[in-house]
């Protein structure tokens, strides 16, 4: 085994004893192991220590000229995903895929350097790519109503599906958050859900409307009957859903009906209506379980020119006023 992969080793110890999420876990370790690939193929570098920024730069080159899954960490993934089946193999990567890339191998050598392991960090000159975030519409009320139309309540996944897409709509909860609900989590005085493992592991409440109490309450008595399981919205053999699974039948039911959606536009949807409605930044923020307030000014503060004339007719001082 290589020095590179070595440390890659002590690196995901390091981060596992953080308690960082799967996701970003193996965010981390693509990212490391495919620049690996490239740095032993294009320089045969296998030691961090002649790891150089030329090289990192040079990644990011490379990133930018190579299309969408045409790099893999083995020949297993390929046989058993098939990437040149996908429709977007080969399409440039987004910046914003590069930024992250390029972010990761940062984290990884700063880590080094902290603990010793480099004296000299090729990454410490090399600026942060910034990509032009996209604004995201909101839904129309007709596109949200078009999508739940096309799951089939009379079935288990049908039925959860349409009730998960509700409730992240209602609360702005996390796709990931909604599939670690368990009943206990509800609170039907307060109309309030307790998000016990949230993204930065801190527990919150956020609160639903009493149309979707009534839902609610309709669910969990369905779910009863026809499973027993620990999990508020739980596969039909009564594990827990996969977040990627409920992402992708939500994409499902948008294509059926020609509408780009998914679990996360949802919660930004939320959000959107929130301050369209007179919501504020502060409270917003503790809702979403954001670290701070600057964190969901950023993140929402992209609305376009049409949803600023909505917000504008809803608070424009003739409208509101008896002159």
Not at 129 to 152: A, F, G, H, Y
Not at 285 to 314: C, N
Request: charged share 30%; proline share 3%; aromatic share 10%.
């Amino acid at each position: 085994m290589s020095n590179l992969h070595l440390e890659l080793d002590d690196f995901m110890l390091y981060c596992e004893s953080k308690n960082l999420s799967k996701k970003t876990l193996h965010s981390y370790e693509q990212t490391l192991k495919l620049f690996f690939i490239f740095l032993e193929k294009e320089y045969d570098v296998s030691h961090v220590k002649k790891v150089k920024a030329s090289h990192v730069r040079n990644y990011v080159k490379h990133l930018r000229e190579r299309g969408k899954y045409t790099v893999t960490r083995s020949e297993t993934g390929n046989a058993i995903n098939y990437p040149d089946r996908r429709n977007d193999h080969g399409k440039p990567l987004s910046d914003t895929t590069v930024a992250n890339y390029l972010r990761n191998i940062k984290v990884f050598f700063n880590f080094l350097q902290e603990e010793r392991v480099i004296k000299d960090n090729p990454c410490e000159n090399i600026q942060n790519i910034k990509p032009q975030r996209k604004k995201k519409p909101l839904l129309s009320e007709q596109e949200i109503k078009k999508v739940l139309s096309t799951m089939d309540i009379t079935t288990f996944y049908g039925y959860r599906s349409w009730m998960m897409c509700r409730l992240t709509l209602d609360t702005g909860i996390r796709a990931g958050e909604c599939c670690e609900l368990i009943p206990e989590d509800i609170d039907f005085k307060h109309n309030a859900l307790l998000i016990r493992n949230p993204k930065n592991h801190m527990e919150r409440y956020v609160y639903f409307s009493n149309k979707m109490k009534t839902d609610l309450k309709r669910w969990v008595m369905y779910r009863d009957r026809f499973c027993d399981s620990e999990y508020l919205f739980p596969t039909t053999r009564g594990t827990k859903l996969d977040v990627r699974n409920f992402e992708r039948s939500v994409r499902e039911a948008g294509r059926k009906v020609g509408v780009a959606i998914h679990p996360h536009q949802l919660r930004n949807n939320f959000a959107k209506y929130y301050l369209i409605n007179g919501g504020d930044f502060a409270t917003l923020s503790r809702i979403l379980g954001h670290s701070s307030v600057d964190v969901t000014m950023k993140a929402y503060l992209d609305f376009t020119d049409r949803e600023v004339g909505k917000k504008y007719q809803k608070h424009s001082p003739l409208n509101n006023l008896d002159i």
